[in-house]
């Protein structure tokens, strides 16, 4: 660092930052927050085009997970050295499954706006509140099982099948898992669903406690 760059650090005003961080802070939780349903009430017209935008990303999240199954099986045939085969291997999962995560959230966040327009999933005392706050649980909360850790990824065996080598992954920072072996995860509310065979208002009062 030059004493002209550590003399402008000096100088920099940090009282005056904050302050403007907090005002930014303040206005940002003073603007309105519209529900699913109403932001579906002022723009109707979204509802024709979530059914085929649902169609597109299941395709995409199908190409995604052929992709994945060809590169691992390219990997496990034609890399002899161990290392390097579980080096790509890890690079297919991080990378490609990482996607393949982006689009299952999409395509539950849009059949959650569905069912919204259906008026089938807000009903009697579930609220998006309660869809929110069941969809902050920690995945590892509900798994009873050993999981290692590997940066900001958790490795175990996968509880929705039978396997003897570790192909489950749960990524921290989306609270979203994904296994590579019967490819099958999501969010923790889909995961729920897969683990304890629930409807999507059922898993959501049981990560709730309700």
Known sequence: MTITNQIAIEDFDWGFYNHALNLEKEWRSS?????????LEIFPEVKEIIPERIKALEQKRAEFSDTIKKKLTLIKYKITDEFSRWFWREWVKVNEGEELLKTEKYITRL???????????????????DIQRARSVPIENIINQPLKKVGKILIGLCPLHNEKHPSFRIYTETNSCWCYGCN???????????????????????????
């Open 111 to 129: 059949k959650i706006l569905q069912s919204v327009g259906k008026g089938r999933i807000l009903k009697g005392w579930l609220t998006e509140e």
């Open 31 to 39: 603007l309105p927050r519209f529900t699913d349903k109403k932001l």
């Open 184 to 210: 099958q995860g999501g969010d923790v509310i889909n995961f729920a669903m897969l683990l304890h065979g629930l409807s999507f208002p059922e898993a959501v009062r049981q990560l709730n406690g309700i």
